[in-house]
């Protein structure tokens, strides 16, 4: 399993000099136990990436984990530190100019904005998000970032606040979705991304929609 696969490299890195190696495999391995919903062992090993990182001052790498550990947190409902790691994040890439980091870092927030009910907040992300998505060299490749400017739309517009038409958002989250997934059969196709959980929001969200399931071909 791809679970082992890191354990075994991160053993092999482990006890070696080569920190940076080792934080590298933990933050991997992180990543992948808080797809498999194993929260508390992700958060434990993210958190040691995080220190080690901070060792070495990498700030690159030390964004990405700030990054996850804010997902991590957002899983396991704690909401102030989930804030600090991704405004941390956020700072970081920043510093780093990375756009593409900058748009997840928010999307991130605003998904937490959303969770907390805070309006101002969600109507300030959205608009922001939305700005650094059509900054992007490749906006309509960023499903998931759509996908959350649907979420923020919808719960404003259900709330009689003024925001952007949320269908939009889903309809190119939806399409890009299935276009990155057009190489498989159609049998297969559903059956590979209904088994991660940000892929399956999109599909159920837009078989509601009535989005035609062969758009991406």
Same mark, same amino acid.
């Given at each position: 399993s791809? @679970?082992?696969? !890191?354990?075994e490299?991160?053993a092999? /890195? *482990?006890g070696? =000099?080569?920190i940076?190696?080792?934080?590298v495999a933990?933050?991997?391995i992180? *990543?992948n136990? !808080?797809h498999l919903?194993?929260?508390d /062992? &992700?958060q $434990?090993e @993210?958190?040691?990436?995080?220190?080690q990182?901070n060792?070495l001052?990498r700030k690159?790498l !030390?964004?990405?984990? *700030?990054?996850? #550990?804010?997902?991590?947190?957002?899983? #396991? +409902?704690?909401?102030d530190?989930a804030r600090n790691?991704?405004e941390n994040?956020?700072e970081?890439?920043?510093?780093?100019?990375?756009l593409r980091a900058?748009?997840f =870092?928010?999307?991130?927030?605003?998904k937490?904005?959303?969770l907390e009910?805070?309006t %101002?907040q969600i @109507?300030? #992300?959205?608009s922001?998000? =939305?700005e650094?998505?059509?900054?992007?060299?490749s906006p309509?490749?960023e499903?998931q970032?759509?996908f959350r400017?649907?979420q923020?739309?919808?719960?404003l517009?259900?709330?009689?606040?003024?925001?952007p *038409?949320p269908?939009t958002?889903?309809?190119? &989250?939806?399409?890009?979705?299935?276009?990155?997934?057009?190489?498989?059969?159609? %049998?297969?196709?559903h059956q590979?991304?209904?088994q991660?959980? $940000?892929y +399956?929001?999109i599909l %159920?969200?837009g078989?509601?929609a009535?989005?035609a399931a062969?758009q991406?071909?």
């Open positions: 791809a @679970a082992s696969t !890191l354990r490299a991160l092999l /890195r *482990e070696k =000099d080569d940076a190696g080792e934080a933990r933050l991997a992180a *990543e136990q !808080l919903g194993q929260l /062992r &992700a $434990e @993210a958190t040691k990436a995080l220190f990182f060792l001052s690159a !030390l964004a990405d984990a *700030e990054l996850l #550990l804010g997902k991590i947190q957002i899983r #396991l +409902r704690l909401h530190s790691h991704l994040a956020l970081l890439h920043r510093q780093k100019g990375n900058i748009a =870092d928010k999307a991130h927030l605003l937490l904005a959303i009910e805070k %101002e @109507a300030r #992300l959205t922001e998000l =939305d650094a998505v059509k900054g992007l060299a309509d490749l499903e970032l759509h400017l649907f923020s739309t919808r719960w517009r259900h709330r009689g606040k003024p925001a *038409e269908e958002f889903l309809e190119q &989250a939806y399409r890009e979705l299935l276009r990155k997934a057009s190489h498989l059969k159609p %049998e297969l196709r590979f991304l209904f991660i959980s $940000e +399956r929001e %159920e969200e078989s509601r009535g989005l062969n991406g071909d």
